[in-house]
């Protein structure tokens, strides 16, 4: 007769063996769900969690490390390395955040520079040709406001302390309106930032030869143009008196909101969309030029004409005196 010494251990590890294996599931095809039996063919890895109603905070699952002496410390780290034309390193379907990211600074005081999402579109070394490279990308829809990307900063932030809600090194391209409800972006203007300083000369003959318009834009969804009358110039016309105020825009056509969508399994070329527009910051200063040539020309003239008047009472006293003999 066995022992109770024996007994236990059989006992023990077969109530881990049941807890282990309702909660743990491999199926023939060597994919896992943890928490489900039931895994989809496009799953290799499931994981289901069912919390408590009452907590605050829940978490499906949970990673932390603690490493004060690596270079590079990850919670979770994805690298897909395969030929799928679409393939992501971490998909997330949320009700209320797809994606939540923030830094702790009281953890690392070594560290510079703390972002909470960062992304970056590299389509080097890539099997397949790559028309899209997009390191973040917003969309949003079906809601009473829609913010496609929101970004804020501190309520006391200033452009002194360089403080910005959105910053961009590089060019940006709106399709669509831009409001300012504070002061409008200021340019670059330092004298220290410039070369080959020259003034303007004979802008007035020039600004006597542009031709201002009204008009309204042809509406095409690829462009989204603003309705309604509008006033300024042509790039052709501006093109011929100011070519340097002028120039060419160019920019891939996204064909679809849904960035799974995007391009064709083909890898076809996209489409470009180009035309003409015209820097018309560049005519402030331009027009200004203009008013004080011509302010100067009406000062001459009424000096001119301040001359005339003081000849002709010259005039006048002799011709009075004249009759008086």
Not at 27 to 48: A, H, P, Y
Not at 91 to 115: A, E, F
Not at 260 to 267: I, N, R, T, V
Request: aromatic fraction near 12%; charge should be negative.
């Amino acid at each position: 007769m066995l022992n109770k010494k024996f007994y236990f251990p059989l006992i023990t590890l077969f109530f881990f063996s049941q807890l282990l294996t309702a909660q743990i599931h491999v199926d023939n095809n060597g994919s896992v769900g943890i928490g489900t039996e039931t895994i989809s063919s496009d799953r290799k890895f499931k994981l289901t969690f069912s919390g408590p109603a009452t907590e605050t905070s829940y978490y499906g699952m949970y990673a932390e490390v603690t490493n004060t002496l690596s270079t590079y410390t990850y919670g979770m780290l994805l690298d897909l390395a395969n030929n799928s034309k679409r393939t992501y390193g971490c998909k997330i379907v949320g009700s209320y955040m797809g994606v939540s990211g923030s830094t702790d600074g009281s953890t690392n005081t070594t560290m510079t520079s703390r972002y909470g999402v960062y992304g970056k579109g590299n389509g080097s070394n890539n099997p397949f040709p790559v028309h899209y490279a997009i390191g973040v990308r917003g969309h949003a829809t079906g809601g009473s406001v829609n913010y496609g990307i929101y970004g804020t900063t501190a309520e006391d932030a200033t452009l002194t302390n360089g403080d910005w809600a959105g910053y961009f090194d590089g060019n940006v391209k709106i399709l669509g309106d831009l409001i300012v409800t504070g002061n409008y972006p200021p340019i670059s203007s330092d004298e220290d930032l410039k070369e080959n300083i020259e003034p303007m000369e004979d802008v007035l003959e020039k600004i006597k030869k542009m031709k201002v318009k009204k008009y309204n834009y042809k509406q095409n969804k690829k462009i989204k143009f603003p309705n309604g009358k509008k006033y300024g110039f042509t790039a052709q016309d501006l093109e011929k008196i100011y070519p340097e105020m002028v120039t060419e825009v160019r920019f891939p056509y996204l064909e679809s909101d849904d960035p799974e969508s995007l391009g064709s399994d083909e890898f076809t070329e996209p489409e470009m969309i180009s035309y003409k527009a015209i820097y018309y910051d560049q005519l402030i200063p331009t027009l200004i030029k203009g008013m004080q040539e011509q302010q100067e020309i009406i000062e001459n003239q009424q000096a001119t004409i301040e001359d005339l008047q003081k000849n002709q009472e010259e005039v006048l006293k002799r011709i009075e005196l004249l009759e008086k003999k």
